[in-house]
């Protein structure tokens, strides 16, 4: 098993004081669905939010330790963020469409990127309507605006934006956190499949769909990663009491 | 007396909702009023004649070509450099500035930059514009006069809705690879434009409409012919409007009211197209 993002001894405070990390050290394997779970305000977005430099548009106070993406320091000031962005695909809690059309959304990041030709975009927009699960949905409405979808569709939607930049790396927070149940499979169906291609890694919006989607589960309290293994062991054997205690509803 | 308490109370609200709605009905009246009058005593001045041709008998007879034009001319000069300027240092203040002492001045120099009364204005761009730099009397300067007086109306619209789209949009646009001015570009700008235009054409009608700004630093009483560059001086709707109506003895009154009639026809127009604007917008808003 191949490492594709490996935390080096990670801290990070806001300048608000709001959310923390304390010295983080965690391996990502590739081509896995790895979660992210544990209470609210434990440090799981935050950490999302370092991988692809996201953080950046927010006041950090202090900052320590590295973060390696196939080997390279993804915190060292000198990084091209623009292209770590296209490496590193981002879905947020809340669907947020962009006001384009569909077509519009999915083709966004690959013009930013330079593509102009349009049988380049159109294969985009195909292979990761595809791959998300929509195409069927969304083929004969292509120039349809993005927000004429339903909720879940504008999930799967903001799933297949990222994909078509052919990331190497997906960063889920809390995907599904809005959707019904029915939209919420598709999504976990997804997910299954692209992890054939992709690193995954989620924030799952239950313990529930941490336990059903993992590969590999990371448990965060507070700012602190507490346990981390491989997906069944964890949820079925926890080494740690509070891990246990979490998982079995007892706080959280 | 007890029972009749909550009639009395049922009569008291009808006839405080009634009194309130009939407040709220008499603001509209003297708009009204004002439109009706302006058009029943100007109407009859209007005439092609009146519309495209000069002034003569020491303007008691003719048209109002040249105050037309001249209106035209110093709105579209001060377009020219209230709008990239205002809409610049909204993008500004909106998307890049953090809160600092520095932008706090910034803003409060702005609020206070709209209480100026208008013959503020007009000294100082005679003192800056027409004399220490040596524009004279001309459509320059007076644009540039109307563009300093029309730059807090455009900033603050355009900030006010620059900052009304979602910031969702611009941390989806960053995580796709966008850099923050490619955000702007092609997501808030396209998103805000409507919000920015309404603002944009409100600030531009008070520049067409004021005459204390252009009093000194571009107006002319009488010129016989059309300006030529922007270095002449112009004659305006709403300076011509005051000299007719106080400065020219015996003074037919519907030249007077035919040109407030073209000055509030003009004002309206634009009001009406950025009510437009702003509506087909909200119709089309996708948030």
């Given at each position: 098993m191949v490492d594709k993002v490996v935390i080096e001894n990670l801290s990070l405070q806001y300048a608000d004081g709001t959310e923390s990390l304390r010295g983080i050290n965690l391996s990502i394997p590739e081509k896995a669905v790895t979660v992210l779970f544990?209470?609210?305000?434990?440090?799981k977005s935050t950490l999302l939010r370092c991988l692809n430099r996201l953080n950046d548009l927010t006041e950090v106070k202090a900052s320590a330790g590295r973060i390696l993406i196939d080997g390279k320091d993804?915190?060292?000031?000198?990084?091209?963020v623009i292209a770590l962005r296209r490496k590193v695909g981002m879905v947020f809690a809340r669907p947020v469409v962009l006001p384009l059309s569909i077509r519009g959304n999915l083709t966004y990041g690959l013009e930013l990127a330079g593509e102009k030709r349009r049988s380049k975009l159109d294969e985009a927009v195909e292979r990761s309507l595809k791959l998300a699960a929509l195409w069927e949905e969304a083929k004969d409405r292509?120039?349809?605006?993005?927000?004429?979808?339903?909720g879940g569709q504008q999930q799967r939607l903001c799933l297949a934006r990222s994909l078509a930049l052919q990331p190497d790396i997906i960063l889920l927070d809390?995907?599904?956190?809005?959707?019904?149940p029915i939209s919420t499979g598709k999504v976990e169906a997804a997910l299954q499949e692209l992890k054939k291609e992709y690193t995954i890694i989620l924030v799952p919006h239950s313990v529930q769909q941490a336990g059903r989607t993992s590969d590999y589960a990371a448990f965060f309290l507070q700012g602190e990663l507490i346990e981390y293994g491989e997906g069944k062991s964890l949820f079925t054997?926890?080494?740690?009491k509070r891990t246990e205690d979490y998982i079995t509803g007892r706080f959280g | 007396m007890k029972g009749a308490l909550p009639i009395n109370r049922h009569v008291a609200q009808r006839v405080g909702f009634t009194a309130i709605t009939l407040m709220a009905f008499a603001t509209v009246l003297p708009i009204v009023a004002v439109v009706i009058y302006i058009l029943i005593q100007g109407l009859p001045a209007i005439s092609l004649e009146f519309l495209t041709g000069f002034p003569h008998d020491g303007m008691r007879a003719g048209g109002i070509l040249p105050a037309i034009i001249g209106t035209i001319y110093l709105t579209v000069g001060t377009a020219i450099f209230s709008v990239p300027l205002g809409i610049a240092a909204a993008i500004y203040l909106s998307e890049?500035?953090?809160?600092t002492p520095l932008t706090r001045t910034i803003r409060i120099a702005i609020i206070n930059l709209a209480g100026i009364p208008s013959v503020v204005y007009g000294l100082f761009g005679l003192g800056l514009f027409v004399l220490f730099l040596n524009f004279g009397t001309s459509i320059l300067a007076a644009s540039l006069t109307l563009s300093i007086m029309t730059l807090p109306v455009i900033i603050s619209t355009a900030e006010e809705s620059l900052r009304s789209v979602p910031q969702a949009f611009r941390t989806v646009s960053i995580s796709l690879g966008a850099t923050r001015w490619q955000t702007i570009r092609r997501i808030v700008l396209k998103e805000a434009l409507p919000g920015i235009l309404t603002g944009v054409i409100l600030g531009l009608e008070r520049a067409a409409g004021e005459t204390a700004p252009i009093l000194f630093t571009g107006a002319a009483f009488f010129l016989p012919r059309l300006p030529h560059t922007p270095f002449d001086a112009t004659m305006a709707l709403p300076y011509h409007l005051f000299v007719i109506s106080?400065?020219?003895?015996?003074?037919?009154i519907q030249i007077q009211y035919g040109t407030a009639l073209v000055l509030l026809v003009f004002v309206l127009t634009m009001n009406l197209i950025a009510t437009v604007i702003r509506s087909r917008a909200r119709a089309k808003r996708q948030w």
């Open positions: 544990g209470p609210a305000g434990g440090g993804v915190l060292d000031p000198q990084t091209d292509l120039d349809d605006p993005a927000i004429a979808l339903s809390e995907p599904t956190s809005g959707l019904d054997a926890p080494k740690e | 890049y500035a953090s809160d106080t400065q020219v003895p015996e003074m037919p």
